[in-house]
T-cell receptor, first 114, second 111 residues
């Protein structure tokens, strides 16, 4: 069965500091990997996705993520955090076959200090 | 904007009453999903549909049923709501390239 682990429930960073959110997955085949962001009271917005090819993927809002097959990881990074990045971030794994549903991690809540 | 509308957006009901949540899409996508979101659990799949009248269970389907009589509408029904079904429910559609797009969510409180 596929699963996603986000080991950090809550992270606080200072505005302007760099950010790395961790994601580890378990999946039997080559995974499709995603990061979503959710602001309070809102739906989920897709930040970026990895299907194949270059293991470093760029997303919206200055985010990037790196797929490391040997570590089963897909960590999200941003070089300089803005106050508007405060939100909850979800990593997800799936495939473009079968039921196509995604399995989500439990999320990491990001707080940004001025 | 993936053209997904959920209704109602907020609902308060009492234990034992039936509840139906509606998801409407405007872009003719084949795959549709219902997830629930609870603190500490992320999003968990309740049911999904891969076409009109074609539905299947997800990981947390007990107490829920779904129907899809038209491509654009996917209904989630709680036949007899319980307090454990207090949650935020999200509908999603799958794009042709594999990502999911979500509606704004429906917050359900069961008293």
């Amino acid at each position: 069965a596929q699963s996603v682990t986000q080991p950090d429930i809550h992270i606080t960073v200072s505005e302007g500091a760099s950010l790395e959110l961790r994601c580890n997955y378990s999946y039997g085949a080559t995974p499709y990997l995603f990061w979503y962001v959710q602001s309070p009271g809102q739906g989920l917005q897709l930040l970026l996705k990895y299907f194949s090819g270059d293991t470093l993927v760029q997303g919206i809002k200055g985010f990037e993520a790196e797929f490391k097959r040997s570590q089963s990881s897909f960590n999200l990074r941003k070089p300089s955090v803005h106050w508007s990045d405060a939100a909850e971030y979800f990593c997800a794994v799936g495939a473009n076959t079968g039921r196509r549903a995604l399995t989500f991690g439990s999320g990491t809540r990001l707080q940004v200090q001025p | 904007d993936a053209g997904i509308t959920q209704s109602p957006r907020h609902k308060v009901t009492e234990t034992g009453t039936p509840v139906t949540l509606r998801c409407h899409q405007t872009e003719n996508h084949r795959y549709m999903y219902w997830y629930r979101q609870d603190p500490g659990h992320g999003l968990r799949l309740i049911h999904y549909s891969y076409g009109v009248k074609d539905t299947d269970k997800g990981e947390v389907s007990d107490g829920y049923s779904v129907s899809r009589s038209k491509t654009e509408d996917f209904l989630l029904t709680l036949e007899s709501a319980t307090s454990s079904q207090t949650s935020v429910y999200f509908c999603a559609i799958a794009s042709n390239t594999g990502e999911l797009f979500f509606g704004e969510g429906s917050r359900l409180t069961v008293l």
